[in-house]
């Protein structure tokens, strides 16, 4: 038994960091991290044996405490600790183990428990009659999802997929450092930290960055939960798997979905990656002996913590109300889930929950794999043939619906950076209207495919236009001459006063110039950038108001 425990892990390999991790200041009952008791469904679905996990009625909630004083599990409800007690009930454990901040996320984990049943008790046959409760809304099972990966050789190749969704086009209207305004959670099994192509597109919590340098160093841990989240020194994530701060690797699947999606880029190093600097949150969500048992407690700590897209590169045929509910309150909080479609004649879930963007994956034909699903409840496809991502220390060629849904994910990322004033319906809704359809290169299918394959430029062009042509309410933008070759008017019409930064970036990122105006009164107004001795080239403004992000190309020529 431990309250905490301070270890060290050192990497293996050159220039790799030690990491000193702090577990979460909990007494853990003997076992606690042992191998999970598996059981079956008739279909093969795995799930934990001895837990039944409950939602309350919207109306209603479920104790926070543990035991009643009598020493018994109790939920707060007479007639339903009756009936844990009948039906050998041992522990009744709140579903999400920190604190939730925002409202929504909230509201639903007061109604969700976690019921553990005595050895030789069964846990289907639990729910089954916990179901039947007037207080609950549902009872179901915790299910061991599995990931959805299909790895194949080593050879050598380009990166085909980039210029199949032309993500080129898109990288010359949005790149880093703004596409580091979007973060994606990567629930999976764990990141390698310190992986040249990650740790600089790792996503920092702030508060638990002690020193300031947007990067995991030894000097931020110091015990203390400095974000009141209810999790000691998450300063990258949290392994929910094993309940510490270190959501380390334990399987390359988790750091090879992470670089299809933002593989560091131009850094003169292995591959590209269509996110383009867009960070990650790592959010490990299976432990040790392989079991996927926290992907929806994930959840909720990603939308809490502000990751505006969720990855899931796994699934289950397995539909539970539950489930439902986590998805449709992170929804609530304008976060974007994506998830791997998994067999091809089988709903998976949560692909298939609403309020998700399900993915299929595609060949460099644009034709739908053997290995991929489709369905009505598809929403888009995307390249997931000889996908050149990191696994182990290598950069190999693998196939899989994970990767594919990688794809997707950094490239919404792309929109999020973009056009933050988008919500997640409205980013959804981009991401289908710019799709490339592909109906007619695979007959038999159509209308099951979603909106077609993502394309990255498409979409971002299709925002830059509606935004171009828009007189909305919160800000205009109109550049003159563009191209141009020596100054160029920059005008913006605001409905409220407020300050205004106007930022000038090269092609690669790095900032050029940099104009700031504090803005007295509503209407337009102009600011001039003058080129001087700048080279010709393409460039990018990006003007920043209290409420609103714009970027625009330009084009200097002399």
């Not at 309250?3 to 960091?17: C, D, M």
């Not at 279909?43 to 109306?59: C, E, F, H, I, Q």
């Not at 199949?164 to 949005?174: F, G, K, L, N, S």
């Not at 969500?285 to 897209?309: K, R």
Request: net charge negative.
């Amino acid at each position: 038994m431990s309250t905490s425990l301070l270890r060290s892990i050192a990497p293996t390999g050159k220039n790799r960091l030690p990491l000193i991790v702090c577990l979460v200041a909990t007494v853990f009952i003997s076992g606690a991290f042992a191998q999970l008791p598996e059981a079956q469904l008739p279909d093969g679905t795995s799930y934990v044996a001895n837990r039944v996990v409950v939602l309350a009625k919207p109306d209603g909630s479920l104790q926070a405490s543990e035991f009643s004083p009598d020493g018994l599990p109790a939920t707060g409800i007479t007639s339903l600790d009756q009936l844990c007690r009948q039906l050998g009930v041992v522990r009744v454990d709140s579903y999400y183990p920190g604190l939730l901040r925002r409202p929504e996320l909230a509201r639903l984990a007061s109604r969700l428990r976690i019921l553990t049943l005595e050895p030789g008790r069964n846990a289907r046959e639990a729910a089954l009659a916990l179901a039947a409760d007037p207080h609950l809304a549902s009872a179901g099972l915790q299910t061991l999802p599995n990931l959805l990966y299909t790895p194949n050789d080593l050879y050598y190749a380009d990166q085909w997929h980039l210029p199949q969704i032309q993500a080129p086009a898109a990288w010359d209207y949005i790149r880093s450092p703004q596409t580091r305004h979007a973060v994606v959670a990567i629930i999976d099994t764990g990141l390698q930290l310190e992986h040249a192509e990650i740790q600089d597109n790792l996503w920092v919590n702030e508060p638990e960055d002690l020193n300031h340098n947007g990067r995991l160093d030894p000097e931020d841990i110091n015990g203390i939960d400095d974000d009141e989240n209810g999790f000691i020194d998450d300063v990258v994530g949290w392994d929910f798997a094993s309940n510490d701060n270190d959501p380390q690797e334990i399987h390359p699947h988790g750091t090879g979905t992470a670089a299809c999606v933002s593989a560091v880029t131009d850094n003169g190093t292995l591959g590209a990656a269509i996110g383009f600097g867009v960070r990650l949150m790592a959010v490990k969500a299976i432990s040790d002996h392989g079991q996927l048992v926290d992907g929806y407690i994930s959840m909720l700590y990603a939308a809490d913590n502000g990751a505006q897209i969720i990855n899931c590169s796994w699934g289950l045929p397995f539909f539970q109300e539950y489930e439902q509910a986590i998805i449709d309150a992170v929804w609530a909080e304008d976060v974007v889930i994506v998830a791997a479609g998994g067999e091809a004649d089988a709903l998976t879930y949560p692909a298939a929950y609403d309020n998700v963007v399900a993915v299929s994956a595609t060949d460099q034909y644009d034709h739908i794999t053997p290995f991929s699903p489709y369905g009505d409840y598809i929403d888009i496809c995307a390249p997931g043939v000889n996908i050149l991502t990191v696994w182990d220390d290598d950069f190999t060629f693998l196939s899989g619906n994970s990767f594919s849904t990688g794809i997707v994910s950094g490239t919404i990322g792309l929109f999020r950076a973009q056009y933050p004033q988008l919500d997640n319906a409205a980013t959804v809704q981009l991401m289908k209207q710019s799709a490339d359809p592909i109906d007619e290169l695979n007959p038999g299918y159509a209308g099951l495919l979603g909106a077609g394959r993502i394309n990255a430029f498409t979409g971002v062009v299709s925002a830059q236009a509606m935004d171009e042509s828009a007189e909305t309410s919160d800000g205009h933008l109109i550049c003159r001459p563009n191209p141009f070759n020596a100054r160029i008017q920059i005008g913006f019409r605001l409905a409220e006063q407020g300050r205004v930064t106007v930022v000038i970036y090269d092609s690669r990122g790095r900032q050029v110039a940099a104009l700031l105006r504090e803005v007295r009164a509503d209407g337009y107004h102009e600011v001039t950038w003058d080129a001087g001795t700048t080279a010709s080239g393409t460039y990018f403004l990006v003007l920043t108001t209290p409420d609103r992000r714009l970027v625009r190309k330009l084009s200097l020529v002399k």
